[in-house]
């Protein structure tokens, strides 16, 4: 039987591997900075530009009080279909010590705004359809009455359990003075299940750390990072709305944009309360083609 | 032979005037208080270098880095660009014109902004 430390010690080989690779890709191609503020579960209204293909890896790992510790994978998709029309697509997995590696399922995301010009506050609308198995450790949400007491359940029992999920979203957003002001709210519904209606929130900010950039070319540079914190947590269900009997966490977020090659963010998510996690590790690594089917264009300059 | 001839130019010319006419089009959405709004990095080297650094990072894959346009986004080596107001261009910056393709860089500070309108304006 594997102790914690050499779980850990693993778990980080492995992802030693990724970055690896990852940084040998990165390296090996032109990259775009994306505009979009370091949070992993609110979204903003920064869509894809318009042929831009964005990928990201995002990461997660805890270690629940009195339970296995988990890493979980999720690598999106992210598509500019039309200045106002963002599609998506995540494939998850995750892993848990002296129990398995699992792949849990995909989602299919798209995001529309609805008002062409930016105002003082700007809506986007969100429409997903999921289809993932319980074991599930993205948290790219927290809805209903989520809990620690979920994450007991052993990945053998919960692999067959798969749910089939639509979920909405309510994304409202505000760009002034450097800062990112932007609120989500949720909404989910099983649809292969009798459960309720599920209802969630997400309310984040964050600044660059510098409003304008340097004269000379630099990695380092304020102006590549910036800072926020995201409050995220789960509003019951239609048989108990409220922010009791379920998860709620504070996170700050900081993010690098590293000139011509990929964007890091990283979040430490403190719980809020005892249904959540003391503390949830999020590293997030995305980069983005620009004008990715351009580059199969014959003719083209790349 | 020279009828048709006749109709397929008056019909090019409908469409590159209405072409003209689209591509116009978010001017004359720019409220008139934004267009009269300067640029307070006008003709500043070292803004015009910041800019020229985003634009590449941001604007180049579509609009070439030489502004002339590239894989069928438009050109910004236009009369159009060229008669802009820096007031009109960073309403455009800021709002994108979403109909046409083009994204709003509202995420950019505004700063930045007024970097690449400074960049911009250096290379007409």
């Known amino acids: 039987m594997r102790g914690m430390a050499g779980w850990r010690a693993g778990w980080l080989g492995r992802c030693s591997g990724f970055w690896a690779t990852a940084a040998v890709a990165f390296l090996g191609c032109a990259a775009g900075l994306a505009q979009e503020p370091p949070y992993f579960v609110t979204y903003s209204h920064a869509m894809e530009e318009p042929g831009n293909l964005e990928i990201e890896f995002k990461g997660t790992q805890a270690a629940p009080k009195n339970d296995n510790a988990f890493g979980g994978a999720t ?85 067959s359990d798969v749910e089939r999920e639509m979920e909405m979203k309510l994304i409202l957003s505000s760009n002034t003075r450097g800062w990112n002001f932007s609120e989500n709210f949720l909404t989910e519904k099983v649809m292969n299940g009798d ?102 264009h014959r003719g083209e300059a790349r | 032979m020279r009828r048709a001839l006749g109709i397929v130019c008056f019909v090019l010319g409908c469409v590159i005037v209405a072409a003209a006419e689209v591509n116009q089009d978010w001017l004359k959405r720019v409220p008139a208080a934004e267009r009269v ?54 309403w455009l910056l800021r709002n994108g014109d979403l109909r046409h393709g083009m994204p709003p860089w509202s995420g950019l500070p505004e700063p930045e902004r007024w970097q690449v309108v400074a960049f911009l304006r250096s290379r007409q």
Not at chain 1, 218 to 230: L, S
Request: overall charge negative; some cysteine.
């Open chain 1, 75 to 159: 690598v999106e998709f992210e598509y500019g279909a039309k200045a106002w029309w963002t599609t998506e697509v995540y494939l998850s997995g995750q892993t848990t010590p002296d129990q398995s590696t699992e792949f849990t399922g995909f989602r299919w995301e798209n995001r529309f705004r609805p008002l062409m010009e930016e105002h003082w506050v700007n809506p986007v609308l969100y429409f997903e359809y999921e289809d993932a198995n319980t074991a599930d450790r993205s948290f790219l949400e927290v809805s209903g009455n989520d809990g620690v007491a979920d994450l007991a359940t052993r990945n053998a029992a919960a692999r």
């Open chain 1, 195 to 296: 459960d309720p209606w599920e209802f969630g929130y997400a309310v984040a900010a964050s600044r660059p750390l510098s409003m304008r950039a340097g004269a000379r070319e630099c990695v380092f540079c304020r102006e590549h990072f910036a800072a926020g914190a995201e409050i995220y947590g789960g509003l019951g269900t239609t048989d108990s709305f409220g922010l009791h009997d379920t998860s709620h966490y504070l996170a700050p977020t900081l993010g690098w944009d590293i000139p011509r090659g990929p964007t890091i963010a990283f979040s430490p998510g403190f719980g809020l309360n005892d249904n959540s996690l003391k503390v949830l590790w999020r590293v997030g690594v995305q980069y983005e083609f620009q004008q990715f089917f351009s580059r199969f």
């Open chain 2, 37 to 90: 709004r300067a640029n307070p990095y006008a003709g500043q080297a070292d803004a015009v270098a910041a800019g020229g650094l985003l634009f590449a990072d941001h604007c180049a894959r579509c609009h070439g880095d030489d502004l002339s346009g590239r894989n069928g986004k438009p050109s910004l080596r236009t009369p159009i660009v060229a008669g802009s107001t820096d007031g009109e261009l960073f």
